[in-house]
């Protein structure tokens, strides 16, 4: 059975197809830089792999560019869009109503549009494609996978806001995201580790970025909370902030309610701190010199220092540390900046693994290191893929 797997980020939309239930991977690529005239353009199969530079103005655009080369008459890998029985997508907010993968309907379709104002970046992207792979592969079945749902594990004592209960009734609290990465690297690490009872610490660096600490396999506390909007710095959301700050910037700075909203999500994080958003260019500069660009990579490596501290305290302890997507799998300076100084907690890691590039598993700590500091690549697509085949079957 073909299942495409269809991911769309803020930026981005990564897309795989796999046939299942041998999980072989037929194609993949992605798309970056949506919204740029400067879009990267990926597609690998068995036999040919390309990289293109074109301009990509929305999703609407990326998911014909990737249907145009998966029927490519020459390249492609499908005759029809038939021949694509089910599509897997990821959607980041699914509320407390969906903890679980689910067969897309109207009602479900509605349910991911009002909860749009909670993930502005992510929900009416997901929502965007699902339209889109409706119309282009209208035989195929489609599922949703929510990133939320991994996270139904955390207690209340940590995802309840210490506001008025009334609003924790009508569904105020912390949710938490990146779920189907965070499971699935945990998953890993629990595989390598091969114990029985486990602490880890997950940490999810792309363009949006959290951590999760997780015991015995079950989240338990996230940074993020109500929306994708809190705890570590991203790519251009703030993370965490002092709420005055945005009644301060309303009644005395005089922006309207819906200018802090896209400043907090859109116009923050290192793009706010640099110029830049994507960690290469970041990188680049603060190797030329660029003090900004120094800082910024200081500030977001001691964010990420400040919930491992809390996490090994909410877990009296922790058995791994993980790395994952594109900067936590990726950035060797990254992974050094959060692990310097940290032999308190007997965190080691060995330089020389660190800077070892690759696409694999790895396991980054020095040999006296008590903690296992281990770099595990994500694969939320082959997690999707499994859900929706498991549903189907
Ligand atoms: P993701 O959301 O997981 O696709 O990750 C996207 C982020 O990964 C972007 O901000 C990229 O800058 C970052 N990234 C990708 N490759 C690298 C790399 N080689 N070094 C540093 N950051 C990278």
């Known amino acids: 059975m073909n299942i495409l797997i269809i991911n769309s980020g803020s930026s981005s939309i990564k897309y795989q197809l796999l046939e299942m239930p041998s999980t072989q991977v037929i194609c993949l690529g992605m798309i970056e830089r949506i919204g740029s005239k400067e879009a990267i353009l990926t597609f690998k199969s068995q036999d040919y792999k390309i990289e293109r530079i074109c301009e990509i103005h929305n999703h609407k655009t990326g998911l014909e560019r990737i249907t145009d080369l998966l029927l490519d008459n020459e390249k492609g890998v499908l005759k029809s869009t038939d021949d ?31 909860l749009s104002p909670l993930a502005p970046l992510h929900n009416p992207a997901n929502l965007e494609g699902i339209l889109m792979a409706e119309e282009i592969f209208d035989t195929a079945k489609q599922f949703v996978v929510f990133d939320t749902a ?31 990465s965070h499971k699935y690297v945990s998953e890993k690490a629990n595989a390598f580790l091969d114990k029985k009872n486990t602490k880890l610490i997950s940490i999810h660096l792309g363009n949006g970025c959290s951590i999760t600490a997780i015991k015995d396999g079950k989240s338990i506390d996230h940074s993020m909370g109500f929306a994708p909007s809190n705890g570590l710095v991203m790519g251009t959301r703030s993370g965490d902030i002092d709420h005055a700050i945005i009644f301060y910037m309303v009644n005395t700075l005089g922006y309207s309610l819906g200018e802090v909203n896209e400043l907090l999500n859109k116009e923050s994080g290192m793009l706010a701190l640099t110029g830049f958003n994507d960690l290469r260019d970041i990188e680049s500069e603060a190797s030329k010199g660029n003090a900004s660009c120094i800082l910024a990579l200081e500030m977001n490596a001691y964010r990420i220092k400040k919930y491992i501290g809390a996490y090994i305290a909410a877990m009296n302890g922790v058995d791994a ?40 598993f790895r396991e980054v700590n020095s040999i006296d290191s008590k903690i296992k500091i281990l770099v595990i690549p994500t694969n939320e697509e082959l997690e999707i893929a499994k859900q929706v085949f498991d549903l189907l079957s």
């Open 84 to 114: 694509i029985e089910a599509i897997g997508h990821r959607v980041v907010h699914g509320g407390s109503t969906y903890t679980k993968t689910t067969l897309i309907n109207e009602e479900v379709k509605n349910k991911i549009k009002t």
């Open 150 to 180: 991994f996270h139904g594990t955390i207690p209340v004592k940590a995802k309840k806001y210490a506001i008025p209960n009334e609003l924790y009734n009508k569904g105020i609290q912390a949710y938490g995201f990146h779920g189907t």
């Open 321 to 360: 540390i993980i790395f994952t997507a594109g900067i936590g799998e990726n950035s060797s300076l990254m992974r050094q900046l959060v692990c310097k100084d940290m032999d308190y907690f007997n965190i080691h890691l060995d330089d020389a693994k660190n800077d070892l590039r690759s696409s694999t």
